[in-house]
Nanobody, 123 residues
Framework: QMQLVESGGGLVQPGGSLRLSCTAS????????MGWFRQAPGKERELVAR????????INADSVKGRFTVSRDNAKNTVYLQMNNLKPGDTAVYYC????????????????WGQGTQVTVSS
């Protein structure tokens, strides 16, 4: 099973930026759809963004449109989530996940998960 390791989380003030990274082990990374999810305390896990195997990207959470971007570097087996103009409502544990489906949109569509990285937005 593919191993995914996230990094880049931390504490940031409102309006600040963070870039999360997720590096995958193993081969065939370029064939996978990579997703970023987040889960805040007491809330359901939410799909934030996807980096598709065809090179396309989607931002799935309306609350982050215009502020977050997702990208991937297949040569480095890495997917990124650039988060700008962060708000307290973005506070959550962020997870990356991998799927063999071309357009997965449910957490059950993803078969490999990272351990999560905490993002806290607070002054």
């Amino acid at each position: 099973q593919m191993q995914l390791v996230e990094s880049g989380g931390g504490l940031v003030q409102p309006g600040g930026s963070l870039r999360l990274s997720c590096t995958a082990s193993g081969r065939f990374f370029s064939f996978l759809t990579m997703g970023w999810f987040r889960q805040a305390p007491g809330k359901e896990r939410e799909l934030v963004a996807r980096a598709l195997s065809n090179g396309g990207t989607t931002i799935n959470a309306d609350s982050v449109k215009g502020r977050f971007t997702v990208s991937r570097d297949n040569a480095k087996n890495t997917v990124y989530l650039q988060m700008n103009n962060l708000k307290p409502g973005d506070t959550a544990v962020y997870y990356c996940a991998a799927s063999v489906a071309p357009y997965p949109d449910r957490s059950t569509d993803f078969t490999s998960w990272g351990q999560g990285t905490q993002v806290t937005v607070s002054s």
